[in-house]
């Protein structure tokens, strides 16, 4: 799609974001790619510049403090000047032909988001079994809180149309910022799609980020 920008929050991914960049760039030969490196400590920022020096269609945001996952999604987002607009995890964890099918369909939403579990049971995601656990309450959570129905609210591939974003005054910035994106678009036709992924290890969410999203949900709650 040559009306697409792709971002792609980056911290300390240099063992992977080589990788992905390579399957981005065959896939989405005419999409513009920010790449925003999150106060990475490692070579993350060397390999992706070294990336973009051969294709100019990539382009790399550096920043020296740590943004936050969401944090650093924002700037990616308020750099696009496309008419579509959206956001890979760096990890290379779905399968982009489907992800490609699925950004067609913006033609007819306003958001496409994927999800590992639209129409699967426990036992058929390729996640770790208490990540899936956690996975499923805290989906819960959020369907009690925010009465958002999606089945998978942190899937990192989500897609909109530009116009209907507003990227100002976010309160989280973390990993809970997919649901302060999606509670702002309930007026909006979001649609989910389920598309096959697999668990990429070296995921830097932890458990120890579940109290900062709780402390987020609350506050964002009480806005």
């Known amino acids: 799609m040559k009306d697409l920008t792709i971002v792609i929050p980056a911290y300390n991914e240099e063992k992977r974001i080589g990788k992905t960049l390579k399957s981005i760039k065959s896939n989405f030969q005419d999409s ?12 993350t920022v060397e390999v992706v510049g070294n990336f973009c020096k051969g294709d100019k269609k990539f382009k790399l945001l550096e920043f020296n403090e740590k943004l936050g996952k969401g944090g650093a999604v924002l700037e990616g ?34 958001g496409v988001i994927a999800s590992k579990w639209k129409g699967q049971n426990l036992f058929n995601v390729n996640e770790p079994f208490v990540r899936k656990l956690l996975s499923r309450v805290w989906n819960s959570l959020v369907k ?8 998978d609210t942190q899937a990192g591939a989500k897609f909109f149309r530009k116009e209907v974003l507003d990227l ?36 830097k969410f932890s458990y120890k980020h579940i109290i900062s999203m709780l402390k987020n949900m609350v506050k964002l709650k009480l806005r």
């Open 32 to 43: 513009e790619v920010i790449v925003v490196s999150n106060g990475s400590k490692d070579k």
């Open 77 to 110: 987002l308020r750099k696009a000047n496309t008419k579509f607009v959206g956001f890979l995890d760096a990890d290379d964890a779905f399968d982009l032909n489907e992800i490609k099918k699925m950004i067609k369909h913006l033609n007819n939403y306003d």
């Open 144 to 151: 009690g809180l925010f009465g958002l129905k999606f089945r």
């Open 168 to 203: 100002d005054d976010f309160v989280c910035k973390d990993f809970s910022f997919d649901i302060e994106l999606l509670y702002r678009l309930k007026k909006f036709k979001v649609k989910e799609f389920y598309i096959p992924s697999k668990f990429q290890i070296g995921s």
